[in-house]
Every structure is written in C-alpha cells, then in structure tokens.
C-alpha cells in the first residue's frame, strides 16, 4: 500500500516556474517507478512525465520535453516535478501515480489528490 500527497501547485504567469512534490507513504517507495500526469478540464487524463525506481530513466511527453524535469529522492521518499516556461496549455490538475512500466506500458494502481496548477497569460 502506498499513500502519495502532492504539494506545490498554484497560480503563475506564463513563463515562470513551479515544482511539483509528491510524498509517499510506505517502505516500498524504492519499488515503484513514479509518474505524472495532468488533467485539465473536459480532457482525458495524460501522461506528463516518469522515471525509474532508481532514477536513471526518465520519459517525457512530447508537449513537456524541455521544460518539465522529474526526479526523485529515495531517501526522502519525494518525487518532484520542476515545471519551467510554464504557458496557458499546462494548466491542469496534476496527479501523481505510483507503479512500474514505461509509458507505453505502464501500471499505476496508486494516485495522489491531485494538486492544481493555473497559468495565466
């Protein structure tokens, strides 16, 4: 069982910056690849970003790729997010998730409340 509590988000002008964190619960954080994903009203829940257990891996979307950098502390059980040159389209509740895969094959039993990001133009 993993419990994951996101903190961080808020409201920012475009082109400025939040981070992201996701604290997890539990001794198996270690076990787990982490993700983020995003939801903005009357869309589908994406894909945003994940990394390995270890943290070598990382994989992005398309639409975040050099702008969202994911990490992860073991040590401190955190996952971060830092979103940089934020812009309108990246508002959106963001959710972490906890689960093993890539991408394309991911499996993510467990989701955090979801914390708000709003970017204003």
């Known amino acids: 069982q993993v419990q994951l509590v996101e903190s961080g988000g808020g409201l920012v002008q475009a082109g400025g910056s939040l981070r992201l964190s996701c604290a997890a619960s539990?001794?198996?954080?270690?076990?787990?690849?982490m993700a983020w994903y995003r939801q903005a009203p009357g869309n589908e829940r994406e894909f945003v970003a994940s990394?390995?257990?270890?943290?070598?891996?990382?994989y992005y979307a398309d639409s975040v790729k050099g702008r969202f950098t994911i990490s992860r502390d073991n040590a401190k059980n955190t996952v971060y997010l830092q979103m940089n040159s934020l812009k309108p389209v990246d508002t959106a509740i963001y959710y972490c998730?906890?689960?093993?895969?890539?991408?394309?094959?991911?499996?993510?039993?467990?989701w955090g409340q979801g914390t708000q990001v709003t970017v204003s133009s």
């Open positions: 998730n906890a689960g093993r895969g890539v991408p394309d094959n991911w499996s993510g039993g467990y």
């Open positions: 990394i390995s257990w270890s943290g070598g891996r990382t």
């Open positions: 539990g001794r198996t954080f270690t076990t787990y690849d």
